[in-house]
């Protein structure tokens, strides 16, 4: 997982600051993350009352328009990539040049760096908000190789910035054991479920190198539009 910051919101309903209020208390919710919404200062009293756009949409839309927000790389992109990797590593150049600012000229992609800047801008930041891309043969890599390739294309989206407080630009999501009840934890660390949330930047950016044994179960549409049941 890794966070870019590129240098844009599209319908549901909010309610009163009372009816907030009284939802977060139907919820086990950590006292600090209670008090930011109970808060009449928070950002939160300040959202719209409607969003509209190309960002507004259910899981049925996406279905039923796959070709929208999924891209198949073809093997000539797959080459491309897998050279830029492999020539990256090659040159012995310290991984963490590749989130440096124009850091892609580091990992040369001319014809699918093209397309991932045409993408972001059409998907990420004025359109479903979202991006998936699939046919990359990931499992004949190692974990080196991976970070590489990840960073590597996410720098012709943006430039990465630090996840955490101690400057990590790249996230594994994985169960290390930790403890889910200090809140210096980071959640994709342990075998908690993750609470809905927004992270700090442009565009976040997951890399999956193998199918989960269970979870991902979604519902077709939430049961009433309410800006508590994105905590």
């Not at 939160?44 to 756009?53: A, E, H, S, V």
């Not at 797959?78 to 963490?96: C, G, M, Q, R, Y």
């Not at 991976?146 to 720098?155: A, C, E, I, N």
């Amino acid at each position: 997982m890794a966070q870019v910051s590129v240098s844009s919101p599209s319908v549901w309903a909010i309610e009163t600051p009372k009816e907030i209020k009284a939802a977060i208390q139907e919820r086990q919710l950590p006292d600090q993350t209670r008090n930011w919404f109970s808060d009449e200062t928070s950002p939160l009293f300040d959202f719209p009352q409607k969003i509209t756009g190309e960002s507004v949409w259910y899981g049925e839309d996406l279905e039923n328009d796959l070709d929208k927000w999924m891209y198949h790389l073809n093997q000539e992109e797959i080459n491309e990539i897998d050279a830029a990797v492999h020539n990256f590593l090659s040159s012995k150049t310290p991984l963490i040049r590749l989130a440096e600012r124009n850091s892609k000229e580091l990992f040369p992609l001319p014809n699918f760096g093209k397309i991932l800047r045409e993408k972001r801008d059409a998907h990420l930041l004025n359109g479903t908000g979202l991006w998936l891309i699939r046919g990359f043969p990931i499992h004949k890599y190692n974990a080196e190789e991976r970070s590489t390739l990840f960073l590597g294309v996410g720098s012709h989206l943006g430039a990465p910035v630090s996840q955490n407080g101690k400057g990590h630009l790249l996230g594994h999501v994985k169960d290390l054991g930790s403890d889910p009840a200090n809140p210096d934890t980071r959640i994709y660390t342990t075998h908690e479920r993750q609470w809905f949330h927004t992270d700090g930047c442009d565009i976040v950016g997951l890399l999956c190198v193998q199918i989960s044994e269970a979870g991902g179960k979604k519902k077709n549409r939430m049961l009433k539009f309410h800006v508590c049941l994105c905590l």
